[in-house]
């Protein structure tokens, strides 16, 4: 009897620590992809920041209005480039946030299942 309810406590345990491991690895997969979405938004902030001088400086050494209409029009046309770029870039890295984070749990959910399965049968 003895050995039994340890052998309970022993399996109590292992189930304990597989779940700790679980959310752990997940909660590690969660922090390095946020990390680089915001790796990314910095990166994107500070690009912006240098194509808004670069554009500042070509509208205001224009010399004729077309001049200046064109560094506008050429500013906006990378501007718009450049986000859909970026747009598509986060996107994906927040589908990936999504979907690596919860892989673990998913599988230790799935096991503990799969043993409730077996148990019962």
């Given amino acids: 009897?003895?050995?039994?309810?340890?052998?309970?406590?022993?399996?109590?345990?292992?189930?304990?620590?597989?779940?700790?491991?679980a959310m752990i690895h997940s909660s590690t997969t969660f922090t390095k992809i946020s990390e680089e979405?915001?790796?990314?938004?910095?990166?994107?902030?500070?690009?912006?920041?240098?194509?808004?001088?670069?554009?500042?400086?070509?509208t205001l050494s224009a010399k004729t209005f077309q001049e200046l209409l064109d560094a506008q029009?050429?500013?906006?046309?990378?501007?718009?480039?450049?986000?859909?770029?970026?747009?598509?870039k986060l996107s994906e890295l927040n589908s990936k946030l999504a979907l690596d984070s919860v892989v673990p749990i998913t599988k230790q959910v799935g096991a503990l299942l799969d043993k409730a399965k077996r148990t019962a049968a």
């Fill in 1 to 21: 009897m003895a050995s039994q309810t340890f052998n309970g406590y022993d399996a109590l345990i292992a189930l304990a620590q597989s779940n700790l491991d």
């Fill in 37 to 58: 979405i915001g790796k990314e938004i910095a990166s994107q902030a500070h690009d912006a920041s240098e194509r808004v001088a670069v554009a500042s400086r070509a």
């Fill in 73 to 88: 029009v050429s500013f906006a046309t990378a501007s718009l480039d450049r986000f859909l770029a970026t747009s598509t």
